[in-house]
């Protein structure tokens, strides 16, 4: 079952992004948004008995452009679920909710032959750049068709994404 994150499902997704990972960083991120009230979208995963998946989309911004953006980050699934389409899933219907929400884009800096099947094309093609010096790790999605073209720059995430590198 995938659903919006309520109130109840809080220590079970740090638990998800706890074990999902080496250390709490993706934890203590997704924290942080939380009580800066930045996660745009929250959406989790659940199989019979428990949650197994989460996936955030927090603001992101490129300067002197008037569009709306978020950046996907993280997304974890616990690693006795992984492998099953329960992070294609929570993709999925983040992107879906970032859409009915007018965001105009999503970028997300991951795996270069994981994210195009959602989508995704490498950012250097709109001429946009990213704060950590990746490549072709750095990917975007136009939910609003063409609302890229004539526009370049630099993304920058929030504060708790610097808080944390």
């Not at 109130?7 to 740090?14: E, G, N």
């Not at 890229?148 to 808080?163: I, K, M, T």
Request: charged share 15%; aromatic share 8%; proline share 6%.
């Amino acid at each position: 079952m995938i659903q919006p994150e309520t109130q109840t499902d809080i220590p079970s997704v740090r638990a998800v992004h706890s074990a999902a990972f080496p250390g709490t960083a993706e934890a203590d991120l997704v924290d942080a948004l939380r009580a800066n009230d930045h996660l745009v979208v929250s959406v989790v995963a659940s199989d019979e008995s428990q949650l197994v998946g989460h996936v955030a989309f927090s603001p992101v911004t490129i300067e002197g452009v008037e569009l709306v953006g978020v950046g996907l980050a993280p997304v974890a699934v616990l690693p006795s679920h992984q492998g099953r389409g329960f992070g294609g899933q929570l993709i999925r219907a983040g992107l879906d909710a970032c859409r009915e929400l007018g965001i105009d884009y999503v970028v997300v800096l991951g795996h270069p032959t994981y994210y195009p099947r959602f989508g995704f094309t490498p950012a250097s093609a709109f001429s946009l750049e990213n704060e950590y010096g990746a490549g072709d790790e750095f990917m975007v999605i136009e939910l609003t068709p063409k609302c890229l073209a004539g526009h370049s720059g630099l993304v920058q995430y929030g504060d708790e994404f610097r808080a944390l590198a």
